[in-house]
Nanobody
Framework: QVQLVESGGGLVQPGGSLRLSCAAS????????MGWYRQAPGKERELVAT???????NYADSVKGRFTISRDNAKNAVYLQMNSLKPEDTAVYYC?????????????WGQGTQVTVSS
């Protein structure tokens, strides 16, 4: 069955960097839309970035210029390079995969990986 596993989270100082990875099994990204969401304590889950095969990338205004989403279809993986991290970036980050509507499947979510930005 489909499973998404995030990794790469951890504790980092403000201004530091982290690279999140999401490995998928039981599914091939191909034309699927992939993305990253995050949820901070007391906050609703919000979109961070998405990447689609044709539509390209999309970023939340709060992370533009600092985060970069990328994908490797051959490895069924999606990544999120996070630079210049701020305390407000602290959250649980979730990997998301959405197959084409015609596939009538998904969306799929990972279990989340904690990112903490603190001194």
């Amino acid at each position: 069955q489909v499973q998404l596993v995030e990794s790469g989270g951890g504790l980092v100082q403000p201004g530091g960097s982290l690279r999140l990875s999401c490995a998928a099994s039981g599914i091939f990204f191909s034309v699927d839309t992939m993305g990253w969401y995050r949820q901070a304590p007391g906050k609703e889950r919000e979109l961070v970035a998405t990447i689609a095969i044709l539509r390209g990338t999309n970023y939340a205004d709060s992370v533009k210029g600092r985060f970069t989403i990328s994908r490797d279809n051959a490895k069924n993986a999606v990544y999120l390079q996070m630079n210049s991290l701020k305390p407000e970036d602290t959250a649980v980050y979730y990997c998301n995969v959405v197959p084409p509507t015609i596939a009538k499947a998904g969306p799929y979510w990972g279990q989340g990986t904690q990112v903490t930005v603190s001194s």
